[in-house]
């Protein structure tokens, strides 16, 4: 159990739709409430700050090397014969 008043579920899931997805905290509020969960964007900011260091620090040893071996380049920014 929690200090918080939210299921740790709930507080897991916006912190982790703030850092993993980099979107804005009003984009996360929105996100939980269609969800169904109401939230303002301080509660939001603040289950970041106290939460937020752990979660990433695991997201990060999840996602490390594992980038492709593939670039890909869009096509306007090619140079062909001078043009």
Known sequence: MNYIEYPTEIVMLAVH????????LDDVVELMLMRGVSLSHQTVQ????????????KLRKTRYKQSGDKWHVDATYLRAEGR
Request: glycine share 10%.
């Open 17 to 24: 739709y703030y850092y993993h997805f980099k979107v804005s």
């Open 46 to 57: 603040n289950w970041a700050q106290t939460f937020g260091v752990e979660l990433g620090l």
